[in-house]
């Protein structure tokens, strides 16, 4: 009797552990559940759907026709295409440039934590004020650009309606929105570094340039990867920046992806087709991300 | 020798100076823009459209005013204070509890579960955008601040988890052993003992957390529209507004002011922030 009542205790005692133990991811995954895994299947299900507009439900399913429409859609390829030629652009950029000046702030003197703590603040600019900021400095009537670019003899430009200056004009922006994000990182990593194989390489007579390349890249090269691997991230939701700067113009000349689908979405209310591009898109990403995850690991094992 | 040494004592403080001077002229370069808008938002409109660009002028609070006292701004400030703190504040909570289950409870199924919501962190938006809006219309929960909270946890959990998981991993397994060994119950050793001990590390994730729904554009153009709706939808309009032309003396007043505090905030925490960023990118 005794030994049954205590098995049975035991029994509820370990109950009540794994309960405990699953409390703590409870809230977390609920909120995920109804809040991001229920909107992902709902998108497919809108994918293949037709949807009706009086009801804003999905009503007949139409198998992969919406894929097919979107597959056909230039805009849509043309879309993917300026996605991809801000992704190239601009990752490379940011991140030379941020670990670039991170280099150079981290030069040892008293004012280097002043200079540290100001580069915070163009990374805390929500980005469509940063859009619309560099909107007004880069207007081609009135803005400072091209005043100053007068001054030095230039002709002035017309970066926000010349359609292929348009591109190069919302890498600027965004550049300079992100690029003290990957400084930061970057100096928080130069800081770690340790310091007595430099002295080590210095007394062996190693230049500058085979200790930059033979002992910090090699050092510096997980937290490079894992730091574009984050920019990576970040960038492939770009939308505020192109929705201020240009509004995705001249015509479509900026129209990334995501400004594209929500114009598709909320402007042309096509929301069964915009469902299928994200899907897409969804697709892309996950698998472009875990190839990047893939490779910074490994270059962590490397190293 | 003598020699080598002092070419060696010349060389290294010029390669520094140079190197101090362009990080301090790179710092500058950054922070320019942000340092025009707040200048021409004290600018009389009659200061903002010259040839040259003026940079002496009676200064002036008069944008400031009209905008605080005439349009919808200082309601539109107000909710972006609730949504921002009611999104942060649900998803530390939610995020360091998954966090801490991550770091430190063994618990099979957890790891898979973890890593789920951390590729989460790949999803675009829009992606979530599109339902959500259907959804929330047919629920009638468009344009409420619960709707615009709860979307933005889709982004602060991953990130708070994330950031959390590799705090806590980095504290003493002895802490919370002691404490249930003592007694404490797993809720209780987490509460009284490991939460205390990581305030500063919870409280400055929570502050990047307000930052970020803070500057949220997307969900807030697409499930708000008048009673619940965000500063940035009113600058992504003042911007983009090209009926009335330019109105930059707007923008950069609703602009300075949405970024002033956040600027202070992120200020105050910026050791934590630089510490939390670099966790961010490498643990995990």
């Known amino acids: 009797m005794a030994t049954v009542g205590r098995s049975r205790s035991r029994g509820a005692a370990k109950l ?71 992704l190239v652009l601009a990752l490379p950029l940011q991140m030379i440039l941020g670990f670039g000046i991170a280099f150079l702030i981290n030069a040892n003197w008293q004012g280097r934590g002043l200079v540290r703590a100001l580069f915070i603040i163009p990374m805390v600019v ?54 003290p994000f990957v400084t930061l990182i970057a100096t928080a990593a130069l800081m770690s570094l340790p310091k007595d194989v430099f002295e080590a390489a210095e007394i062996d007579g190693a230049n500058w340039w085979t200790m930059f390349w033979s002992i910090t890249l090699p050092l510096l090269l997980p937290i490079i990867a894992a730091t574009f691997v984050v920019r990576w991230l970040g960038a492939v939701k770009m939308f505020d920046i192109a929705l201020a ?33 994200a899907v897409i898109i969804l697709v892309l990403t996950m698998v472009l991300t875990a190839l990047f995850l893939r490779g910074s690991r490994k270059l962590e094992e490397m190293y | 020798m003598s020699a080598a040494v002092s070419v060696r004592r010349r060389k290294v403080p010029v390669g520094h100076y140079v190197r101090v001077t362009s990080g301090v002229v790179a710092c500058l370069l950054f922070l320019f823009p942000v340092f025009w808008m707040v200048l021409t938002s004290f600018k009389m409109p009659r200061d903002i459209f010259t040839t040259p660009p003026t940079l002496f002028f009676t200064p002036t609070l008069e944008t400031y005013i009209s905008y605080m006292s005439r349009a919808d701004i200082p309601y539109r400030m107000l909710n972006t204070v609730i949504v921002a703190f009611g999104s942060a504040f649900i998803s530390i909570i939610a995020g360091s509890m998954a966090g801490y289950a991550l770091a430190r409870i063994r618990l099979r199924g957890a790891g898979m579960l973890g890593a789920l919501i951390l590729l989460s962190r790949g999803v675009p938006p829009i992606a979530l955008a599109v339902p959500m809006f259907l959804v929330a219309r047919s629920l009638g929960l468009t344009d409420k601040h619960i709707t615009l909270i709860l979307a933005y946890c889709t982004f602060l959990i991953p990130y708070v988890m994330w950031l959390m998981r590799g705090f806590f991993m980095a504290l003493p397994k002895e802490l919370e052993e002691s404490a249930m060994i003592d007694g404490c119950t797993r809720f209780g050793a987490f509460f009284r003992i490991i939460v205390p001990i990581s305030l500063p590390g919870i409280l400055s ?61 992120a200020l105050l925490v910026q050791k934590w922030l630089i510490q939390g960023l670099a966790d961010g990118a490498t643990k995990g």
């Open chain 1, 16 to 86: 009540a552990d794994l309960t405990s133990r699953w409390a703590f991811m409870a809230p977390a995954t609920i909120i995920l559940l109804a809040m991001l895994a229920y909107p992902i299947l709902y998108t497919i299900e809108i994918s293949f759907s037709e949807l009706d507009l009086a009801t804003f439900t999905a009503t007949e399913w139409v198998g992969w026709d919406n894929y097919i429409e979107v597959l056909n859609d230039a805009r849509f390829w043309e879309s993917l295409r300026i996605t991809g030629i801000y």
């Open chain 1, 126 to 179: 929500a980005p469509v004020v940063a859009g619309g900021v560099w909107r007004m400095i880069l207007d081609p009537l009135w803005g400072l650009a091209n005043y100053v670019i007068g001054l030095a003899g230039f002709e002035p430009l017309d970066w926000l309606g010349n359609p292929s200056l348009a591109m190069l004009t919302v890498v600027i922006i965004d550049t300079w929105r992100w690029t």
């Open chain 1, 245 to 277: 700067a240009t509004n995705g113009g001249p015509g479509a000349a900026t129209k990334v992806i995501n400004l594209f689908i929500y114009e598709e979405a909320f402007r042309s209310l096509k929301f069964a087709e915009s469902a299928a591009m």
């Open chain 2, 205 to 265: 994730t929570m502050i990047f957390s307000v930052i970020l729904a803070w500057e949220e554009l997307l969900f807030a153009l697409v499930l708000t529209n008048r009673n619940a709706s965000t500063i940035p939808v009113s600058i992504a309009g003042i911007a983009g507004d090209s009926v009335n032309g330019a109105n930059w003396g707007a923008l950069t007043a609703v602009g300075t002011l949405t970024v002033v505090p956040v600027v202070i905030f």
